[in-house]
């Protein structure tokens, strides 16, 4: 069985969001995201989520794509994550292309960035709708 591994916010989730964690289970059998937690998103991100993590985990876990969702809780951990479930492919939005490819030669995982849909944006979301 192939595992993949994806991380995010996913707070206001719409079909970009949708989009990635689609493209994301085509390379492998089981779909593992890591949600990062209210507490990360604000000491490490400065970013206040509108959905609290159980909220968001909640409609990631009704997405028929997502097999698994785990909290991320610090940049560290995907090391040990990617490890510990077994990881074939970690896979990120193209946003963050290179930032991770340090995985590749720490574990054995392949590094993929996928674009992102061009016309959405939860930041994009929330400042049209001024929150």
């Not at 909290?71 to 991770?100: L, R």
């Amino acid at each position: 069985m192939k595992r993949v591994i994806t991380y995010g916010t996913f707070d206001l989730l719409h079909y970009g969001h949708i989009n990635l964690l689609r493209r994301a289970k085509e390379y492998g059998d089981y779909l593992i995201v890591g949600l990062s937690t209210d507490e990360f998103n604000w000491d490490e991100k400065q970013k206040k989520s509108y959905f609290s993590y159980e909220k968001r985990k909640q409609l990631l876990e009704a997405i028929r794509y997502v097999d698994l969702v785990i909290p991320e809780t610090g940049w560290e951990q995907k090391t040990t994550d990617i490890k510990e479930y077994h990881i074939d492919t970690f896979v990120m939005g193209d946003d963050w292309s290179g930032k991770f490819d340090y995985l590749e030669s720490k574990t054995d995982a392949q590094v993929i960035y996928l674009p992102r849909t061009p016309e959405i944006s939860t930041s994009q979301i929330k400042k049209d709708l001024k929150i």
